[in-house]
């Protein structure tokens, strides 16, 4: 079947029941840079905001090289006659979270703030963003769009689409900086919910793709011990230690009363398609539980 008449991704997913737990991206820092107007398959070298696509590779070599994340963010609806360039970035291990924001006057500025953020200053309010880049994947646009337009109605100075964040089978997929809380199908949920739940300091496991600058096998972990216990406080049961023993994955977490060891092991699935455009299948890792104690 061809990629323009098989069933998108994400509802091939959606009846496959795919795991979530455990597939963040991976990311301990972050760049988001406001490119408005429409993307091409790649946001930063197929842009009109970005006219030389050379610059928009220097941009990306900039701040992949100091090894962070970088995504476009645009503001949902209506595009703006006059482009502005606002950019956040965010640190997002355990402990050290943080999220800086400024503005500059063209893209060449880009090039040269500081990966670290200091040009600019601390944000007061958490970046909500949707991927919602749908030359990237026919998903993200039709349920990022939609899951994007229902947070910004109640959120809207927080709120941004952004470009391709992975995951595009768990479409609408949404990323929460600078914890970097990474969740799927937030489309099928009360999308403005999960960020209200944000603001109690608290998720939603069954969305919950995992925290990006923790291991997926600590992101499976917790999502056990979570779905156990009931316990949805973001910083809760933090990891402690990580031991790989004859085919089996240790993972000891802090708990509320001690130390938490949970027991799984890796299986490889059935080969998918975890994109609309792809054109080879593949097999994807899952997490099993075995134990906890």
Not at 98 to 121: F, H, I, Q
Request: glycine content about 8%.
């Amino acid at each position: 079947m061809t990629p323009a008449r098989r069933p998108p991704c994400s509802d091939q997913s959606l009846l496959r029941n795919d795991p979530m737990y455990g597939t963040a991206s991976a990311g301990h820092s972050w760049v988001m840079l406001e490119l408005s107007g429409g993307w091409g398959h790649s946001a930063l070298l197929d842009s009109p905001a970005i006219v030389d696509p050379n610059l928009g590779r220097a941009i990306a070599r900039h701040f992949e090289t100091a090894g962070m994340r970088i995504a476009a963010i645009r503001r949902p609806g209506r595009r703006p006659a006059a482009p502005r360039w606002r950019w956040f970035i965010a640190h997002s291990d355990e402990g050290r979270e943080a999220l800086y924001t400024g503005e500059v006057s063209g893209p060449d500025d880009y090039l040269r703030l500081a990966p670290d953020g200091s040009d600019g200053a601390p944000s007061p309010d958490p970046l909500v963003a949707i991927c919602a880049h749908g030359r990237h994947d026919q998903c993200c646009a039709v349920r990022g769009r939609a899951a994007c337009a229902a947070i910004a109605d109640e959120y809207p100075e927080i709120t941004w689409e952004c470009s391709h964040l992975g995951g595009d089978r768990f479409a609408a997929t949404m990323l929460v900086l600078p914890e970097g809380l990474c969740y799927g199908r937030v489309d099928s949920a009360d999308s403005a919910d999960l960020v209200r739940l944000y603001f109690d300091g608290r998720v939603n496991d069954a969305f919950l793709r995992g925290r990006t600058s923790l291991p997926h096998a600590v992101q499976a972990a917790q999502h056990f011990v979570r779905e156990a216990t009931g316990e949805d406080r973001i910083h809760a049961l933090s990891p402690l230690d990580v031991v790989h023993d004859e085919g089996r994955i240790r993972v000891r977490l802090r708990g509320p009363s001690g130390p938490i060891d949970v027991v799984l092991t890796e299986k490889m699935t059935d080969p998918l398609l975890s994109m609309c455009s792809a054109k080879v299948e593949g097999s994807v890792r899952t997490f099993v539980f075995e134990s906890m104690s």
